[in-house]
């Protein structure tokens, strides 16, 4: 049985469109596209008052968008609306197989439930099998809402011998409790000292920095 040319025509442009959404919804070539699509630092604005007013719901399928600018442009807006009936629906976006969307929805959902993302955040956070880059935003998440179940995390992460290596001095410093000068300066001195490349020198600048801010910190705590 011959095909006819028509038939042929919408098999090919079929056979097309599969494999670009095939291809569009593989997670490496969705996260490219994604940062490519996110170069323009004044886009983000402007997409802010393109959605600024559109329902929940058309909010939370942006959040899954391929274009990073769009997805964090949502999840802006609904933090800011601070529904907390938006909770469970986010909190689903976790399993999400692309790492943009559950990024997004760890730091959505502390403005939805401060109370149940902290909990739930310390509890992932004492599973030794957590996946490094879920460990640091969450950690980072803890410090920024100044919750004090984070500075023993904190002070474990700092025990490791690569501590060094984690870029917890920034954490320290932004957490801002003086008692982690020590431990900082034990970190700075746990660094090898010969073949020093940018990164080692930018570590230990990371260092120093957060030693004098918390310097300052416990110097303007002493009665005066």
Known sequence: MKTSPAVKVFLGLLAVVGFFYFVWHLYPVQNYVGRFMASDPKRSEQLYERFKNESDTKLLNLMQHGDFDKAGVAARILAERRNPDLYEKVFSKLK?????????????????????????????????????????????????????????????????????????????????????????????????????????????????????????????????
């Open 96 to 224: 999400s197989r692309h790492e943009n969307v559950r990024n997004l929805s760890r730091s959505l959902i502390v403005s939805l439930n401060r109370e149940k993302a902290v909990d739930y955040f310390l509890k992932e956070l004492s599973k030794p099998n957590l996946p490094k880059d879920a460990r640091r935003q969450m950690i980072g998440i803890l410090v920024n809402e100044k919750v004090p179940e984070v500075y023993p995390v904190l002070v474990k992460e700092a025990q490791r011998p690569d501590a060094w290596k984690l870029g917890l001095s920034r954490f320290f410093e932004n957490y801002g409790d003086p008692k982690a000068l020590p431990i900082l300066q034990k970190m700075k001195n746990s660094i090898p000292h010969d073949n020093q490349d940018f990164n080692t020198r930018l570590t230990i600048k990371n260092i120093d920095q957060a030693i004098k801010k918390l310097e300052e910190i416990q110097l303007s705590n002493q009665p005066r």
